[in-house]
């Protein structure tokens, strides 16, 4: 069993900053891939970024420059660096890991909400 815990969701200004950070408990396999989704109210859940074990990264052109992804493996955590906050960042996000199609894990979410 995987347990996946995101923090650092909370309400701030258009052009602001947040840092996700999701930790991870349980069976881990390896390799895997860590990513952020993020889930808008009345939309699709869609992928923001993913990181590998071996730290190649991919991102979704609307957070491309402003969102930076890392992870630290002693530490079996995530990271969501979130800077230039727009408003349509507004969405629950939420941390997955996976390894092929049998090991596929998700988090509770956090709110991230961005005023105007």
């Known amino acids: 069993q995987v347990q996946l815990v995101e923090s650092g969701g909370g309400l701030v200004q258009a052009g602001g900053s947040l840092r996700l950070s999701c930790a991870a408990s349980?069976?881990?396999?390896?390799?895997?891939?860590m990513g952020w989704y993020r889930q808008a109210q009345g939309k699709q859940r869609e992928l923001v970024a993913g990181i590998t074990s071996g730290g190649s990264t991919n991102y979704a052109d609307s957070v491309k420059g402003r969102f930076t992804i890392s992870r630290v493996a002693a530490k079996r955590t995530a990271y969501l660096q979130m800077n230039s906050l727009k408003p349509e960042d507004t969405a629950v996000y939420y941390c997955?890991?996976?390894?092929?199609?049998?090991?596929?894990?998700w988090g509770q979410g956090t709110q991230v909400t961005v005023s105007s």
């Open positions: 349980g069976i881990i396999v390896s390799p895997n891939t």
């Open positions: 997955n890991v996976h390894a092929g199609t049998w090991y596929d894990y």
